[in-house]
């Protein structure tokens, strides 16, 4: 198995070891940190402002949400602080590491060491099974298979969708589909998990479970969640709202 060290970067090496009790409470490291952030679309020759000059700091252990109305930049903001969009000017650092530095590859390995990802198309693996897709990133990251089994099994019955383990996606409801996702995205134990509407699909019970669970990795692993979301019982339940509008903050 590669260690982060192998890949250069040493802060991150060093945070990899970490897995005591909420360690990153304790600190005031910046797990993200944007500066005069900026992204334009450019469809039919039109150019659409989506983000503009966004400086954000995100503390490790935060538990957090974008907010504000449809249109208004929550999920392009989301994705490029995750490395899937690149600015069009700007800069994002994900712990000390400026992601506009990195090859297509470094980004990579970055994102699967460090960031979980919860987005509002799934993403899930349609040729594999509600367990095999909770295993799949930390399969990528080399966790031996009987440990990700036993972790891929605990998170999905704690999202109570265990009896659905060897289920494949096409046959599971669109919260089911959304649970799994979140169990993949956090049973890699990444630093840092970015949401796109976690919420948008369950009903309120289902809802309430969810935000329980991330709240309690939150506290207990020192997790640190930034959400992009316009549902209030969400938003009700984080520490720090941060208002878009017009791809502005505040
Ligand atoms: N691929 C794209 N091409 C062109 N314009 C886009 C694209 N994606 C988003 N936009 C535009 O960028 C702006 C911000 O969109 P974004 O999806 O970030 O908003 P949002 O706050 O997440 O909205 P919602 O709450 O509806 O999910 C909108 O005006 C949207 O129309
Ligand atoms: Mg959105």
Redesign the pocket.
């Known amino acids: 198995m590669k260690t982060v060290g192998a890949y250069g970067h040493a802060p991150l090496q060093r945070k990899n070891n970490v897995n005591g009790e909420n360690r990153y409470k304790m600190t005031n490291e910046l797990v993200v940190r944007t500066e005069r952030l900026s992204k334009s679309?450019?469809?039919d020759g039109i150019e659409?402002p989506?983000?503009r000059g966004v400086n954000l700091k995100i503390r490790a252990g935060e538990f957090a949400a974008l907010a504000?109305?449809?249109?208004?930049?929550?999920?392009?903001?989301?994705?490029l602080i995750g490395g899937l969009l690149r600015p069009t000017s700007g800069q994002v650092w994900i712990e000390q590491q400026a992601l506009g530095g990195l090859t297509p590859d470094q980004l990579a390995r970055l994102r699967l060491r460090r960031i979980g990802f919860v987005f509002?198309a799934y993403n899930l693996i349609p040729v594999l099974t509600a367990l095999e897709n909770t295993e799949f990133v930390m399969e990528l990251q080399g966790v031996p298979e009987g440990q990700r089994r036993d972790r891929a099994l605990e998170l999905l019955s704690i999202l109570e969708i265990a009896e659905y383990a060897d289920r494949f996606p096409n046959k599971l409801s669109g919260g089911e589909q959304q649970r799994v996702a979140v169990a993949r995205a956090v049973a890699a134990r990444p630093a840092l998990v970015l949401a796109?509407?976690p919420t948008a699909n369950l009903d309120s019970e289902s809802g309430q479970k969810l935000m329980d669970l991330l709240r309690r990795l939150n506290h207990e692993r020192g997790v640190t969640f930034l959400f992009?979301s316009?549902d209030p019982r969400l938003l009700n339940q984080v520490e720090r709202v941060i208002e878009?509008h017009d791809?502005v903050i505040g």
Do not use: I
Not at 68 to 79: F, I, R, V, Y
């Open positions: 679309y450019v469809a659409t989506a983000v504000g109305p449809s249109g208004s930049g929550k999920s392009t903001l989301l994705h509002q796109d509407e992009a316009h878009l791809g």
